[in-house]
């Protein structure tokens, strides 16, 4: 598809240059309608040879406090290419809900991240959502892709030793956590939104979009009906950035100036130390303030 719109630019391109301007008009036209009426017959799906990683959806059913999670992931990782596969059911009682963390794992420089939404319990368990694409087998990750519709929207519900150690220990990745000043119904609310954008993309599955339906857009839409209206700002695009964005709406610890949440926030070193320590979701959390 990419190469589609790559000829199709090529060619209304160079064909003004060859004195052909009439031609190029009329060859534009048509390339654009055939493309765009191919584009409306691409469809997503829930039904491809997924990578192992996304290859369940997260189910849920909540009977009054008490939510049981099906296909929550918690990979035993031991390198990129070596793992076993468990996929859990998991009780959770939204009465002990605690706290909301916002990982950011920073992978190709300081402006882009990827976001987690990590939930914390009275009972120390934490449980971790990440919005991603949802790869084919054998499929990679591709910004550019992300523009195309090459990949669908998948939602991730993980244990932090699958999720977070990933990131931190296996890819290298700098990791940064955060809590976030949410109060309680709004801590819920937005563990609840999570279920019904899960259950959402089981009945109706949709594209990711690089740009609009990525890991960070997709949780400023849930937040904005939460709390009521947010901001519209580039550091929702420039994810790396978010940390800024969050601070100045007074979402982050308060009395601590965010140069030191972030360096206090850099959790790599704490979790190389706990790598099989069944307590790394508290080790990672040592001295971050606020918690």
Request: one cysteine or more; a positive charge.
């Amino acid at each position: 598809m990419i190469g589609a719109w790559i000829v199709m630019g090529l060619l209304v391109t160079v064909l003004p240059w060859s004195g052909h301007a009439g031609a190029a008009l009329v060859v534009g036209a048509i390339a654009m309608t055939v493309l765009l009426a191919w584009w409306r017959t691409i469809r997503p799906s829930n039904t491809r040879v997924w990578a192992d990683d996304v290859a369940r959806q997260l189910g849920s059913r909540v009977v009054g406090d008490i939510v049981t999670l099906e296909n929550v992931r918690n990979f035993e990782w031991r390198s990129l290419g070596d793992y076993s596969a468990r996929w859990e059911t998991r009780q959770y009682d939204l009465g002990q809900l605690r706290s909301v963390d916002a990982l950011l794992s920073y992978w190709t420089g300081p402006l882009i991240a990827h976001v987690l939404v990590s939930f914390g319990f009275a009972d120390d368990r934490y449980l971790a959502f990440s919005i991603e694409i949802r790869k084919e087998h054998g499929e990679a990750y591709s910004a550019l892709g992300g523009f195309f519709r090459k990949f669908e929207t998948g939602l991730v519900a993980a244990d932090e030793r699958d999720i977070v150690r990933l990131r931190s220990n296996l890819r290298r990745e700098d990791v940064y956590l955060y809590r976030i000043a949410l109060p309680p119904d709004a801590i819920r609310s937005l563990f609840l939104a999570y279920l019904a954008e899960a259950e959402s993309l089981r009945r109706r599955p949709r594209w990711y979009n690089t740009a609009t339906a990525n890991c960070t857009t997709v949780v400023f839409e849930m937040l904005r009906r939460i709390v009521g209206r947010l901001p519209l700002d580039y550091r929702l695009l420039l994810s790396g950035r978010l940390p800024e964005y969050i601070a100045g709406l007074g979402g982050l610890t308060p009395g601590v100036d965010l140069a030191t949440l972030r360096r206090a926030g850099c959790i790599n070193t704490r979790a190389w130390l706990a790598d099989q320590d069944p307590a790394f979701s508290q080790r990672i959390r040592d001295g971050v303030p606020g918690i």
